[in-house]
C-alpha cells in the first residue's frame, strides 16, 4: 500500500514512532518538529489504537511496530502499563529510544517482556564518563533479556574517540551497533560535520573493533559508494509515522520523505548497492569535500 505526498508515492509504513517526551536531546538530529509539550497518557493510548486498530482497513493497514522516544519515557510510572496495552492490539515489536539523560538509574527489569530492544546512545567525549554510563546500561539490558542497540552519531567530537566508544560496546555486550552520520538541519553547518575523509577514517577503525567482537553493524547517513567495504552494513530505511503532542492520529508525519529526505543521483541506478543504499543527502552533495556519488560497479 502506498501514500501519495507531495513529493511522490511512498510505501505506508507499519511502524509508528511516539515521540512522548518534549525533550529529546540526545537525539539523531534531523527535520522533526520540536513539539511545544509532551504527551498525556490518555493521549499515549488513543494514538496507540489509531494506529494499531483503527487503521485496519481496504486501503491501509495497521502499524505493528512501536518506537517509544523522548527524555524520560522509560521512567514516566504508565509506560509499561501502555506496552501491555499496545500488545494486546497487535503490537508485535517495541523499540524503547533512551537520551543521555535517562542512563543514570534506568531499570530495565520493568520491561522485560515488553519491550524486544532499547537503543542506548554511546556517544564518546572528554570526559569519559557517558560511556561508563552507556555500558553499565547495556549489561543491565542484557541481564534482562532485552536486546540492545548501541547508537554512535559521528559528530566531529566523536571520531576522536570512536575507537573507545567501539570497544566498549563491544566490551558491554550489545547486541548491534549503529553508527550514524549526522543529518543536515535548519542551521546546519560545516563546522557542524566532520570531514567525510577523518570520517571514513575514523569509522574503518571502528568498524574493525566491531568486527573482531562479531557484533551486528549497521551505518545510516552515508551512501555505499563513499564506505568502499563497509557498504556491506548499509540497509534501508523502514518509514515510519512520526507522532508528536503536536501531530496526533491523523495529523501524524510520515518521516519519509516529510522529516527526514535522501536523494539519489542519475548514476545510482546503475549502482550494485542502489537497492539497500538510501543515497544521501542533497545539503551536503552542494558543499565542498562531499564527492558526487558514483554507482559501484563491482
Not at 542512563?103 to 546512545?121: I, K, T, Y
Not at 563513499?226 to 518521516?255: K, P
Request: hydrophobic share 45%; aromatic share 8%.
Amino acid at each position: 500500500m502506498i501514500s501519495w505526498t507531495p513529493e511522490g508515492a511512498v510505501e505506508r509504513p507499519v511502524m509508528v514512532q511516539i515521540r512522548v517526551q518534549r525533550a529529546f536531546p540526545g537525539r539523531i538530529r534531523a527535520g522533526a518538529p520540536v513539539p511545544t509539550r509532551s504527551m498525556t497518557q490518555e493521549e499515549l493510548l488513543a494514538n496507540l489504537r489509531f494506529f494499531a486498530v483503527d487503521m485496519a482497513g481496504p486501503r491501509c493497514r495497521p502499524c505493528t511496530k512501536l518506537v517509544l522516544s523522548g527524555v524520560g519515557v522509560a521512567n514516566r510510572a504508565e509506560t509499561p502499563e501502555l506496552l501491555v496495552q499496545a500488545r494486546n492490539w497487535g503490537i508485535d515489536t517495541v523499540v524503547l529510544h533512551l537520551g543521555g539523560e535517562d542512563l543514570e538509574g534506568f531499570d530495565p527489569s520493568r520491561f522485560e517482556g515488553l519491550v524486544d530492544a532499547v537503543v542506548v546512545p554511546v556517544q564518546p567525549g572528554p570526559a569519559g564518563s557517558a560511556l561508563f554510563s552507556a555500558a553499565r546500561v547495556i549489561r543491565a539490558c542484557r541481564s534482562s533479556s532485552i536486546q540492545v542497540v548501541a547508537n554512535t552519531v559521528l559528530s566531529p567530537l566523536a571520531l576522536q574517540e570512536l575507537h573507545s566508544a567501539a570497544k566498549a560496546i563491544a566490551d558491554s555486550g550489545a547486541s548491534r551497533a549503529s553508527l550514524i552520520y549526522p543529518f543536515p538541519i535548519a542551521g546546519n553547518t560545516a563546522k557542524d560535520v566532520a570531514p567525510i575523509d577523518a570520517t571514513l577514517q575514523a569509522l574503518e577503525g571502528a568498524v574493525s573493533e566491531l568486527e573482531r567482537a562479531g557484533l551486528d553493524i549497521t551505518i545510516k547517513g552515508l551512501p555505499g559508494c563513499y564506505l568502499g567495504r563497509m557498504a556491506g552494513y548499509m540497509h534501508r530505511s523502514a518509514n515510519r509515522w512520526y507522532v508528536d503532542a503536536d501531530h496526533q492520529l491523523d495529523g501524524a508525519v510520515l518521516f519519509f520523505p516529510r522529516v527526514v529526505s535522501f536523494t539519489k543521483q542519475e548514476s545510482c541506478r546503475f549502482c550494485k548497492v542502489n537497492d539497500r543504499c538510501d543515497g544521501f543527502f542533497a545539503t551536503y552533495l552542494k558543499r565542498p569535500g562531499f564527492p558526487a556519488l558514483e554507482p559501484i560497479q563491482e
